[in-house]
């Protein structure tokens, strides 16, 4: 019995964690890693073919973004989540082959002209489509008898829509272990989500540590950007724009500027900022999406709820000074979680009569993966809704619909958004600018003075919207160049993640003190940190584990040792397969399928044996020429 890390070891990105009970082969998420890597991931240590089971704690892409690939290389197992995480991999894989698809047409172009070797993507909408086909659906608190051995419960995490920490039960030669993999974890009291479930039992906890090193920040909520007070750079200028009347709270760009830094290091800058926004083409453009949405997750700066503090009273004074100046609100935002939420507020800002003055006003939801994401929130809200917004659903209202909510699925929707004249709300993505329709609306909209563009998430570093926060006089989109006219207002959304306290809070849960606790998806310094914390201060064992270190979970012991590698530079957005898949890649995959498909195999009936043998010689001595 067996448990070795392979990603998210002291770093953040690219979840993965492969666990050996008897014969059977499992993995714990497949996610992709994104951004700056420290250390080299192990490689999977079987085929790909010969892991059995993937449990998927959720469906950001850092979990689950490698499930594609998996099944491009041979994996037929089944792949265990909730029904939210797979209607919601469904299109955020589709979205990650888009970008993969379209990230290697790119690469083709300049290979063509070069005389360089093509390559082909990481995977493609097949291999999704594919790979989709071996979900199994699980509810949340029903124990699933996966095989003889293998048993697991999914509980609500309070991260994202249909997100899980997972109770596994091993069983080998009589000794059962019992494992709890604490996927994401979420922060309290956020709109439609539960809080995260605080588990009682359990021998070994794998537990994340995003934000083990600090707590949220609880001061300013609203930061409207002072061009003036901009830090010098070429991006920066001079000229004094208009501030929000109503930015009370406004605040210096030091301070934006300080609580992005809170947010962390940067993370998928260059993901975002160079394979998306070099090319063209809506389905790069929604794509990128996919690659932001972990540093979404992770990354962004977050307000918690305080005594007092009400998002949506914040967003109306936003609505309304934008309104009274007769201009339209811009919203960049995440597709899948950030979206919503907004959609939440807005609606309680029209059913509380937050804004009597414009009661009837309208919000554009321009994003195709918006609107099947927010299908999706509303088909799984039985499931997965907070008790107080299920009650709102009794009432026969639902939190993330409102009257005057338009849809624009067609770019024509789209365009035609940009040629109405009326003061509006626009949400749109991709939530840090750099591509997706968002950019038709800057460019309509930045050079308005009566105008405004709201950030609520973190901007990574080198984005086009970490420009616009830090000041920007002009930015350039589509090739023109904009003069920055509206007001830049930020208004930190509500954490996805447990902070330092949370997170505590939840290991501190166990009644039954764990064996180990075994801290990972964190930046180094903060997994270190977090698990001496765990140790000193709760007084459970933890550590943070390299990627390649192997456990015994029968004696608690480590086994192998990782090879603390620091990781090769990798190429960017797709993450590191990408760019050196070629199609013989794919062919020796296939070869080492079917070795994995003879030896499972093993006790076949002669007869089917020998027809199997017949056909391989028969496949050989075509090609074998
Ligand atoms: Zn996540």
Not at 204 to 216: F, K, L, P
Not at 260 to 282: F, I
Not at 334 to 361: A, C, D, M, W
Not at 553 to 574: E, R
Request: with cysteine.
């Amino acid at each position: 019995m067996l448990l070795e890390f392979l990603g998210a070891a002291r770093e953040v990105t690219g979840s993965c964690h492969y666990v050996v009970v008897d014969d059977v082969h499992l993995l714990v998420d497949c996610g992709m890693e994104q951004g700056p890597d420290l250390y080299e991931n192990q490689e999977l240590p079987v085929n790909a073919a010969e892991i059995d089971y993937v449990f998927v704690t959720h469906a950001h892409v850092d979990h689950s973004g490698m499930l594609p690939l998996l099944y491009k290389n041979g994996f037929r197992g089944w792949i265990y989540a909730t029904k939210a995480t797979m209607d919601l991999c469904s299109i955020m894989l589709r979205d990650s082959a888009h970008i993969q698809e379209s990230e290697a047409e790119w690469k083709n172009r300049k290979a063509r002209r070069a005389g360089q070797p093509e390559v082909t993507p990481m995977y493609d909408v097949s291999d999704v489509q594919g790979v989709m086909e071996q979900f199994v659906p699980c509810d949340y608190e029903e124990t699933v008898e996966v095989c003889n051995g293998l048993r697991v419960r999914f509980v609500d995490a309070g991260h994202l829509l249909g997100s899980a920490s997972i109770e596994m039960w091993l069983t080998e030669e009589g000794t059962e272990r019992k494992l709890v993999f604490s996927g994401d974890i979420g922060s309290e009291n956020r709109p439609m989500i539960k809080d995260p479930t605080y588990l009682k039992e359990a021998d070994y906890v794998i537990m994340e540590s995003t934000y083990g090193s600090r707590n949220h920040d609880r001061a300013s909520v609203q930061t409207s950007v002072k061009r003036e007070q901009a830090p010098s750079s070429s991006a920066v200028g001079s000229n004094v724009a208009e501030q929000s009347s109503n930015a009370a709270q406004s605040s210096s760009v030091a301070q934006g500027g300080s609580t992005v830094q809170n947010g962390g290091a940067e993370q998928s800058g260059s993901a975002v900022g160079s394979s998306c926004a070099e090319q063209s083409g809506s389905a790069v453009q929604s794509g990128g999406e996919a690659a932001e949405a972990a540093a979404y997750g992770k990354r962004q700066a977050a307000a918690s709820v305080e005594p007092g503090f009400d998002y949506a009273v914040e967003l109306a004074k936003v609505i309304n000074a934008t309104f009274s100046k007769g201009g339209n609100l811009v919203i960049p935002a995440f597709s899948v979680g950030r979206t919503q939420e907004l959609l939440y507020f807005i609606r309680r800002i029209k059913t509380e009569g937050l804004l009597p003055e414009y009661s009837g006003f309208e919000v554009y939801m321009d994003s195709p993966l918006a609107v099947e994401a927010t299908n999706i929130f509303s088909n799984n809200r039985m499931e997965c809704y907070n008790e107080k917004d299920l009650e709102l659903i009794n009432q026969g209202i639902n939190p993330i619909r409102f009257p005057g909510l338009k849809i624009a699925v067609t770019s024509d929707e789209s365009r035609k958004i940009n040629t109405m004249e009326h003061p509006k709300v626009i949400i749109s993505a991709s939530g840090m600018c750099e591509a997706g329709r968002i950019r038709h609306h800057l460019k309509h909209n930045l050079w308005r003075a009566d105008s405004t563009i709201l950030f609520v998430g973190y901007q990574v570093p080198g984005t086009l919207g970490s420009s616009l926060l830090n000041g920007a006089k002009t930015v350039k989109i589509f090739g023109e160049e904009i003069e920055v006219h509206a007001d830049i207002v930020r208004l930190p959304g509500l954490s996805a993640h447990a902070d330092r306290d949370h997170l505590t809070k939840w290991v501190e849960a166990f009644d039954k003190r764990p064996q180990k606790v075994f801290v990972v998806h964190g930046e180094e310094p903060v997994a270190v940190e977090f698990a001496e914390h765990v140790t000193q201060d709760v007084g459970i064992e933890a550590v943070a584990p390299y990627s390649g270190d192997i456990y015994d979970l029968i004696s608690g012991v480590c086994v192998q040792n990782g090879s603390h590698k620091k990781a090769q530079k990798k190429s960017k957005a797709t993450g590191k397969d990408s760019g050196r898949n070629t199609v013989y890649d794919r062919l020796l995959a296939a070869g080492e399928r079917l070795l994995a498909v003879i030896r499972k195999n093993k006790g076949l009936p002669n007869k089917d044996a020998a027809r199997f043998a017949d056909q391989i010689t028969a496949l050989c001595d075509k090609w074998d020429r």
